[in-house]
């Protein structure tokens, strides 16, 4: 299981740093339009949907890494209360539920971008296909449905074992068991 979470946690780092490049992208197109528009009297033409498009992207890369780190606000009242063989059953059927719920989501957002590719949609100012961004956003919660199915794979393995698994130290390893990783 450790070699498991571990090739995610290599995973969800590669995607995050993949989302910060486009986060990079807006910031840098933000700055320059800003910089144009007030020193030179012309901003960039279609830096609105350029910074709109680099945001989706950005957002929906970093969904999984957000999920795989418990980035996410979780209401843990009554998870608390319970014994920790119990929560981990509970949490296991959670993100079974959750899978199941985020594999309907992600087959609707294709069908979006089928759709989309079909129609041959094109963005107002920069005539850009609209049906890349939405494959974006399919392709991320397609991610974020296979962060969530490895989730539950390991709170099923951790229920079963009655392994402790912390995903806030971002590996699910103690301090010295993340320097080997």
Known sequence: MKK???AAYKCWNALSTFACVFLFLNMA???ANIIMRRFF????YGSTELV???SLTTAAIALSQNEWFGGNIRMTLILETIGKKASQIITFF?????SVAFIYVSWLLVGQASAAFSKADISTDLHMP?????TILAVGFIILTICIICKAIVYGYAAKTGEEINFRLRTGFTEEETKNV
């Open 52 to 54: 709109s498009y680099a």
């Open 94 to 98: 959670v993100y079974i539920f959750c």
């Open 29 to 31: 197109i933000i700055i």
């Open 130 to 134: 609209i049906f890349i961004f939405k």
């Open 4 to 6: 498991f979470i571990s």
């Open 41 to 44: 009297g012309t901003p960039i």
